[in-house]
């Protein structure tokens, strides 16, 4: 067993014009920005699923522009999360996975599977929701990772389903939404997303190392000791687990020198 799991940090998406020129070089085609973000970076959360399907050949085309080991995550149809009763959610969620994603082959990561700020916690439906979730597709291992953004899921009980289906909720350092860094799969996925455009690597300095310190934290299997949980008296067995870590939203100009920043930060330490 190794010592730690694979540290992966990233941004969203990789089209965005402030970035033509500054994190991109000058005059570097359009066609050629994935090719050059994946050079510079370990895994870039995919938006563009979100609002709709793709081609299984786009996500070829995905597949050949990016290194061995370079990670995509992909986030979920809204159509699929953005429902009352989330038990029928079956045939929403069969049309999202059989689009064409195992194109993507081993670089297809973490489902992200995010929930408006208005949908409330309910036990009964959302573990519905979870049983729907397949771990595996066309041969390939699936996890999942879910995004809510209501203080009603900050109850024992929403971290126990979570670990009964091996499911990681996103631990988001955000201004308005609730912090979960309770640790309930064999992956951990982090959103830091209180970035600034006037800080070069998106974060400052101190809690750049903050943040090293808890990614490596994660990665050697435990938890945290300087984030809040929702359940203390849950234990996560230590093992090592693979970390994604994402520069986004807030601070986006920067992202990309967030994330360089925090992967040389993590490297300089090891």
């Known amino acids: 067993m190794t010592k730690a799991?694979?540290?992966?940090?990233?941004?969203?998406?990789?089209?965005?014009?402030?970035?033509?020129?500054?994190?991109?070089?000058?005059k570097l085609a359009k066609k050629k920005q994935l090719e050059y973000a994946a050079s510079k970076l370990k895994v870039i959360e995919v938006n563009g699923t979100y609002y709709g399907s793709q081609k299984p050949e786009t996500f070829a085309k995905w597949a050949?522009?990016?290194?061995?080991?370079?990670?995509?995550?992909?986030?979920?149809?809204r159509f699929t999360t953005n429902r009352k009763v989330l038990a029928e959610a079956g045939e929403s969620i069969e049309k999202f996975l059989t689009q064409g994603l195992t194109e993507l082959?081993?670089?297809?990561?973490?489902?992200?599977?995010?929930?408006?700020?208005?949908?409330?916690?309910?036990?009964?439906?959302?573990?519905?929701?979870?049983?729907?979730?397949?771990?595996?597709?066309?041969?390939?291992?699936?996890?999942?990772?879910?995004?809510?953004?209501n203080d009603t899921f900050k109850v024992p009980e929403f971290i126990a389903l979570l670990a009964k289906y091996?499911?990681?909720?996103?631990?988001?350092?955000?201004?308005?939404y609730p912090m979960i860094a309770d640790v309930t799969a064999d992956f951990v996925y982090t959103r830091l997303q209180?970035?600034?455009?006037?800080?070069?690597?998106?974060?400052?300095?101190?809690?750049?190392?903050?943040?090293?310190?808890?990614?490596?934290?994660?990665?050697?299997?435990?938890?945290?000791?300087?984030?809040?949980?929702?359940?203390?008296?849950?234990k996560p067995k230590k093992e090592p687990r693979d970390v994604f870590a994402f520069f986004i939203h807030e601070g986006k100009v920067n992202a990309p020198y967030g994330a360089m920043a925090m992967r040389e930060l993590l490297e300089s330490r090891s």
Request: proline share 7%.
């Open 166 to 176: 091996n499911i990681a909720p996103v631990c988001a350092d955000h201004f308005d």
């Open 5 to 26: 799991g694979t540290i992966r940090t990233g941004i969203g998406g990789w089209t965005f014009e402030p970035w033509e020129g500054t994190f991109y070089p000058e």
């Open 194 to 234: 209180k970035g600034s455009d006037d800080i070069k690597t998106c974060y400052a300095e101190e809690d750049m190392k903050a943040w090293a310190k808890r990614l490596e934290t994660w990665a050697e299997g435990g938890v945290p000791d300087d984030l809040p949980l929702v359940d203390d008296k849950h």
């Open 64 to 77: 050949s522009e990016v290194p061995d080991g370079f990670i995509f995550s992909l986030k979920a149809s």
């Open 105 to 149: 082959g081993d670089h297809l990561g973490p489902l992200l599977w995010q929930f408006a700020p208005t949908k409330k916690f309910e036990a009964d439906d959302f573990e519905a929701f979870l049983k729907l979730l397949p771990n595996k597709l066309d041969g390939l291992k699936l996890i999942h990772v879910v995004e809510v953004r």
